[in-house]
């Protein structure tokens, strides 16, 4: 299986995800890995200064819309076993971009990661966002069978 393989089903479901949790908004979510980020939000009617000119590639982004209001959804897909620097990514892109929430998911395992979150309890280098409200990314397995995320692996 290759990483390209998730973005379709890592779409699907993050469309349905957004859908009940946003009833009344409109909701986009495309697989975006092979654009520049700020290129998919303008198509979208967004600007946003910090993705500018920046390479940022989400795998599968996610958008509500309502009025002139938005948030914004990222996956990273792997089919690897995770490891620090795969959470260093999406964590670089989520202290810059400020995401609603933020999914790395791998059809592999969590890898060291598991150590380092579970193990050592270090649930804390998941958190981004502004000093009013701290977020936290989440980190799990894409079941392959079920094409949804497995729950039970999901950290925090």
């Keep these: 299986m290759k990483e390209f393989d998730l973005y379709n089903p890592m779409t699907i479901w993050l469309k349905q995800y957004l859908s009940g949790k946003y009833k009344n908004w409109e909701v986009i979510v495309e697989d975006a890995h092979s654009q520049r980020l700020d290129r998919v939000l303008y198509k979208h009617g967004i600007i946003n200064d910090l993705a500018t000119g920046v390479d940022i590639q989400i795998d599968v982004l996610g958008i509500v819309k309502k009025d002139k209001e938005y948030k914004l959804f990222f996956i990273e897909a792997k ?78």
């Design 79 to 156: 089919v690897t076993k995770l490891t620090l620097r795969d959470l260093g990514q999406l964590w670089a892109y989520c202290k810059l971009i400020d995401p609603e929430e933020a999914f790395l998911l791998t059809s592999e395992s969590l890898g060291s990661l598991n150590k380092i979150l579970k193990t050592f309890g270090r649930e804390d280098l998941l958190d981004f966002g502004n000093s009013k409200k701290i977020k936290k990314m989440k980190v799990g397995i894409w079941d392959t069978v079920r094409n949804s995320i497995d729950y039970i692996s999901l950290i925090p």
